[in-house]
């Protein structure tokens, strides 16, 4: 009976321990590829997820243990920028151009 009990607890635990948010995207800036040299960083509700770095072709993929609205920091070159996202059971795209305005950095999607 305590094993019944114990799978019934497990399954029931399972889809809230399997569900989790994805955010991925490409972040350009100037008409090229960042590569190497952006951090991207998630706030969701009270809970900060550390930056991750881009890849070469300026790739990021952020794995977030929930869904909703997060917000996006994006570091580059010594400044940053933020953008506000949504994040879904499945993974959302979020494609980011940088812009340098009166020497303040800003992001928007593609």
Request: aromatic share 4%; net charge positive; with cysteine.
């Amino acid at each position: 009976m305590r094993r019944l009990y114990a799978c019934a607890i497990l399954m029931a635990a399972t889809p809230s321990l399997a569900s989790a948010g994805e955010v991925l995207g490409k972040i350009t800036a100037g008409g090229a590829s960042v590569a190497d040299a952006a951090t991207v960083a998630a706030k969701c509700g009270g809970k900060d997820y550390p930056a991750v770095k881009t890849d070469k072709s300026g790739s990021y993929h952020l794995v977030l243990a929930e869904t909703g609205k997060c917000t996006l920091t994006v570091g580059y070159k010594g400044q940053t920028a933020t953008i506000d996202v949504a994040s879904y059971d499945d993974a959302a795209q979020a494609d980011l151009v940088l812009e340098s305005k009166d020497g303040k950095l800003s992001a928007r999607r593609k």
